[in-house]
Each structure stands twice: as C-alpha cells, then as structure tokens.
C-alpha cells in the first residue's frame, strides 16, 4: 500500500487545492509543499529501506485488477493496477519525489497569476509521473504516462513566455505521435501475448522472433526518443524549455525527460533483448552524435536559458550511449546518470530563473561582472557549472566515466565521440561562466542586484547535497541498482549468445564449399 499512497497523495493534495477559495494563495502553495514534502518523506523511506542486506528481498509491488475485455476477445482476458519499485525505477521515484518540494518552493518568485490552478497542475503531474516509473503494466504506464503529460501542456500555455502557445502546439505534436506509436505497439503487444503484465512479457517476448522484437521496438524507441529526445526528434525541447515557467523547466529536464531513457531501459532493453542487442549499434551512433551535435548547439546559443536547454540534447546522449553499449559500466552509467542530470540542470534552470526575476533578461550579452554584485548566486552557478562538466568529486563525474568506460568496450569509436563531448560542454559552460559572472560589471542595470535570498539558498540546498553525494559515495545508490541491472545484462548477453550461436554452425558448410 505504501506505492500507492506515494502516488496518489499527490492526487489527494490537487484535490484538497481545488477545494480552497481563489484568492487563498498562501493556503494553496502551503498545501501543495506540504503534499509534496510528505511525498518525499516516504519516497526517501522506501529509497533507504531497499535492498538493505538482511531486509527483505522482494521489491515493493502492489497489484490488484482493474478491468477485463469482454469475452469475445481472445486476449487479454485483463488488465491489473499493478505497481512496484526495483532498481530500475528507484532512483527515478526518488528523484521525483525529492525534487517536487523545490520546485514548489521555487514558485514564490515567479507564479502570480491562478496559483491555485498552477499547484493542481503541478501535483497532477507528480502522481502521473510517480505512476510511470512505478507502473508494471503496460497499459497502466500508457495511463499515468498521459496523465503526466497533460499538466506540461497548460503549464507552458498558461504561465509560459511570449512564444508559449508556439511552443505548446509543438510539444503537443512531438508527444502526440510518440504516444501514438506507443499505443499502437502496446495493442500489438496484447493481442499477440495475452497479457500486459510486465513481468510475464519480459518472460515471454525472449521467445519472439527477433523480427516481430524490432517491429515492437521501432515502436517503443520512437516513442521515448521523442521524449528523450533523441537527435532529430530534439526540436521541440528548446522552445518548450525557453517558454516555460522556471518550475515547469525544472520538472522537464528533472524528471520528464527521463521518462524516455527510463521507457528505453525498461521496455527496449529488458523487454526486447534480441531487438536491443540488433539495434545497439544504431542507437549508440544517435546517442553519440547526440552528444556532439547537442554540445555545439548549446555552444551557438546566446540565450543563457536556451543554451541549457540544448545542452540536455547533449547530456541525455550520454545516457542512451550508455545504455545501448549493452555493457554493465554502460548500464549503471546509464542510470546514474539520468539522476545526476536532473540535479546538475535542475539547479542550472532554478539560478537562471532566480537571476531573470531580477535582470529580466537571459540574453548572455546583457550580463558581466554579476558576480561582484551577486557572490552568492556565482558561487552556486560555478559550483553547478562544474557538477554540470563532471568534475571529480561532484555528482557528474562518476556516472560520465562509466558511460565512457561501457561504450569503449562496445565500441571505441562512439567513445571517442562521447568524449569529444565532454570538452565542448566544459567549453560552452564555462564561456557562459565568464560572461555571466565575470569582467568588469559596466552595465548599470546589473549594478543594483540582488544576491539570491534565505528562501533560495534553502531551496537549493537538498540539490547541492545530493551532487555531492553521488560524487563522494556513488556506492550508496549503485549497490541498489545493481542487481536490477545485472539481471538485464544476463538477459541481453544471452541473446547475444543465442545469436552467435545461430551464426556459428554456417562456418564449417562455408568451409567446406571452399575446399572443394
């Protein structure tokens, strides 16, 4: 029961917002930091009670039925309400659930207008994105995964910038034809096995022909590379980012853009591992120009908002090298790295916000020497910066190196690319560093700043900890994750197996045909 109260409180705290009259904005951003502080409480209970040695060893699940297809169809006979937390999806939950109090925090400075709509949305979000890393049937993820959508939408088209409804159609149009797809491949999916239960399906779907896998998996990738996103499924991410609300870019790159690598890893790769290991090479190449092609871009901006934006196309490369290098560094590089993301720009995106409600401006030309006026706010942006380009001893650094490692032992050449990438984006950051914060401070209107408040620094600070943290002890949050992901490295190293065993008894024939 405790999965489904971590979901559904947030539910509960939308409702109870709902319930209070308009003009009480104070009692509605109360409410929903409160919902979202005891969503993190228990999400942080369950984080350190799992896999502790001598507790129990069975994940968290939960499941009870929820609706069957008339008789008539041969398959599925139903569908389940079925949750459960392994180590795939726990440092997701973990990080949604921690981040969700700072975004609400974060609201103070820049939401006036509808508070009370705003916090509905944002607490109807936080249950569809806790059901999509939880959920362990198919069609119960394609639910909370739309549910998680929705409130983005409203969020960019209500309290977005100048070129919100711009960017809105678009983001509407990408999701829409990747949620398409994915509907289409999970019907597929139930007609062929009877079932939508995970488990069962990562149990039978190895016995598929490798054929009908990549049909399945063309599907699901398209699907989670929009959202990702990967190259040339990126447009809409820095539009959506640029026009966003500061909270609703932090929401984005913390959690819903790791919705598609988490989709790509728990459905392309543990689910299909004949197709994953058939298209591996394909999406490491994406994965790694995406690196590259995501660096330069972020390197041409000259919106410091827009520049962070790109360089998620950049940083989420990584991620799907990692994992499509189908090698255990790559794995758990992999999933680390979704986590060290979403800290590193999350905290990137909340300093832009808090330095625009002040300078109304993004534009890199419009700063310079804020760090004289401003030392606070620099010291975090650089400490952030430096996480952001992997620094030792920082949260980016481990999760980067075995990415690094992973993909050299699949393909040396992608690592290269990858690595490429590393320098640009210390490149592109660090010049954004040096206009921003350094240089002679002649512009008048960055002359009477002020430095970032007690309610900021706070807000901040769970962030600054946990990069600190995952650089210190990495071991902390890899132990938990580790059995999960070795688990799907056997699956996909038998498949490789099976595959070279198909190959292997044609060479004797081959031989033979030569002699003579």
């Known amino acids: 029961m405790e999965l489904v109260l971590l979901t559904f409180l947030p539910l509960v705290g939308a409702l109870l917002v709902l319930c209070t009259p308009r003009a009480s904005e104070g009692l509605q951003r109360g409410i929903a930091l409160a919902t979202t502080l005891a969503v993190a409480v228990l999400g942080v209970k369950l984080f350190m009670g799992y896999g502790v040695p001598g507790g129990d060893a069975t994940p968290y699940s939960f499941s009870v039925p929820w609706f069957s297809l008339p008789s008539a169809y041969a398959a599925p006979t139903a569908v389940h309400f079925s949750l459960g937390m392994d180590g795939v999806s726990l440092l997701m939950v973990a990080l949604t659930a921690v981040l969700m109090p700072v975004v609400i925090l974060s609201t103070w400075g820049h939401v006036e207008k509808r508070v009370k709509e705003f916090m509905v949305w944002m607490l109807v979000m936080q249950t569809g994105m ?53 509907m289409i491949a ?49 447009t809409w991410l820095p539009d959506a980012h ?13 959690v819903l853009l790791k919705m598609g690598t988490y989709g790509l890893l728990r459905f392309c790769i543990q689910m299909l591992p004949d197709a994953a290991v058939v298209a591996a090479p394909w999406m490491m190449a994406l994965g790694a120009i995406g690196i590259l092609y995501g660096a330069l871009l972020a390197w041409a901006q000259t919106d410091v908002k827009r520049l962070i934006a790109c360089s998620s196309v950049s940083h989420l490369g990584y991620v799907v090298l990692g994992l499509f290098a ?28 808090m330095i625009y409600e002040r300078r109304h401006s993004r534009a890199l030309d419009a ?54 990438g590393v320098i640009f984006g210390a490149v592109y950051l660090l010049m954004a560093t040096r206009k921003m914060l350094f240089g002679a401070c002649t512009n008048p209107e960055n002359q009477h700043l002020s430095d970032i408040n007690a309610r900021e620094i706070g807000l901040m600070i769970p962030l600054v900890v ?51």
């Open 130 to 182: 806790l059901g999509t890393f939880l959920a362990t049937d198919l069609v119960l993820f394609y639910f909370f995964w739309e549910v998680s959508l929705i409130p983005l939408y409203f969020l960019v088209g209500i309290w977005g910038g100048e070129r919100r409804l711009y960017a809105t159609i678009k983001f509407f149009l990408y999701t829409l034809a990747g949620s398409l797809l994915m």
């Open 466 to 516: 946990l990069a600190v943290w995952l650089g210190v002890r990495p071991n902390d949050f890899m132990h938990k994750i580790e059995p999960s992901l070795a688990t799907i490295h056997r699956s996909v190293a038998d498949a490789k197996q099976a595959r070279t065993a198909a190959v292997e008894p044609l060479a004797p024939v081959t031989e033979g045909v030569a002699t003579r």
């Open 367 to 420: 700063f310079g020497g804020v760090a004289t006026v401003m030392p606070v706010f620099a010291m975090f942006w650089v400490f952030t910066v430096l996480s952001s380009v992997g620094l030792p001893g920082l949260n980016g650094f481990v999760g980067e190196y075995l990415i690094l490692l992973g993909a050299f032992e699949a393909s040396p050449l992608w690592s290269v690319i990858g690595l490429t």
């Open 326 to 353: 189908l090698t255990p560094a790559g794995l758990n590089g992999g999933m680390l790295q979704m986590v060290n993301h979403g800290i590193s720009t999350g905290l990137l995106f909340l300093l832009v916000g």
């Open 242 to 254: 640029t026009q966003a609300p500061t909270s609703g870019s932090v929401v984005l790159a913390g």
């Open 186 to 234: 999970i019907i597929a999916i139930l007609f062929d096995r009877g079932t939508s239960d995970l488990s069962a399906l990562i149990a039978q779907l190895g016995d598929a022909s490798t054929e009908k896998q990549l049909w399945y998996f063309a599907a699901f990738a398209l699907a989670f590379g929009i959202k990702v996103p990967i190259l040339p499924f990126h």
